[in-house]
């Protein structure tokens, strides 16, 4: 089964919520394993038998599942420069790549977005440390850039939470708690139509692991049914290509 980051064909009609529950369960049983690769491979997973290619730091477009503004960028590097404020779009990490090319269903699924570069509203509430040479969030000052990277699976049932791409269905709107990206500057948070969970991109708060009690930064849950944040990628910038860099595994140990 083809899934939301294998190119499937643009559809012209909605999509149900137990359609993408579908997508995301398969999405999640291929990608769990190549995900980590080799940094996982001696805590949590034996080693791959045989291993060919080569798995990139470099988070690359992938395809969403409706038509989007980076359709014909799939499988290019994500520039930090590509966005304009509040754009974002879906890439993959860690993806495995044979002779150049990405191979669907490997790396991490993930959500770039650009978020407001001087939004008082923006908090970091953690006292864990980004890996080194790597920053929770990728400022520019010059350009007035500032770019976040989330995982792409929902801390509820993993299905792919979306930036701006769902266009039929308003997200509900009784939050827990005010999310800025929505209150203060009228952008739709991110949104897993699943169920309808929402995560705040300029709320990065630390939470803890329900399953191996690690502690780790996410985006701020405003609404269920999820409990818990959605895990950032701590980036760098080479050469305006974002690049991402691994905090501990067991944060994206989910799906
Ligand atoms: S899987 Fe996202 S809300 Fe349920």
């Known amino acids: 089964m083809s899934t939301a980051w294998e190119g499937d064909e643009p559809r012209s ?11 995301a ?38 395809k ?8 014909d960028r799939q499988g290019r590097p994500i520039l930090a420069t590509d966005f ?12 495995l790549f044979v002779n150049e ?9 993930v959500l770039v977005i650009r978020v407001k570069y001087d939004a008082p509203e923006f908090q970091v509430s953690t006292d864990l440390v ?3 040479g790597f920053s929770f969030y990728h400022d520019d000052p010059g350009q007035r850039i500032r770019i976040v990277v989330f995982a792409d699976r929902c801390t509820h049932l993993c299905c792919p939470p979306g930036w701006h791409v769902i266009t ?9 708690i005010p999310p800025p990206t929505y209150s203060v500057y009228g952008q739709d948070p991110i949104f897993c139509i699943c169920h309808g969970s929402q995560y705040d ?18 985006a701020t849950h405003v609404h269920g049914p999820t409990q818990r944040a959605l895990p950032i990628v701590p980036v760098r910038v080479d050469g305006e290509v974002l690049v991402g860099g691994m905090p501990d595994p067991r944060w994206y140990d989910y799906c």
Do not use: C
């Not at 398969?26 to 080693?47: E, H, I, K, R, Y």
């Open 101 to 109: 090319r990405w191979v669907p269903g490997t790396g991490l699924a």
């Open 64 to 71: 969403w599942p409706r038509p989007t503004w980076w359709d």
């Open 13 to 23: 009609t909605g999509w149900t919520r137990r359609e993408w529950a579908k997508l």
């Open 25 to 62: 369960l398969a999405a999640g049983a291929a990608s769990s394993v190549l995900a980590m690769g080799g940094t996982v491979a001696g805590q949590l997973l034996p080693p791959p038998a045989k291993f060919q290619g080569e798995l990139r730091q470099e988070i690359y477009y992938t």
């Open 84 to 95: 304009q404020e509040w754009q974002g779009a879906s890439g993959v990490w860690r993806g």
């Open 168 to 176: 039929d269905t308003v997200p509900d709107r009784a939050y827990r």
């Open 130 to 132: 980004p890996p080194r």
């Open 201 to 218: 991109p300029l709320l990065l708060t630390t939470n803890v692991h329900p399953r191996n009690g690690v502690p780790y930064l996410g």
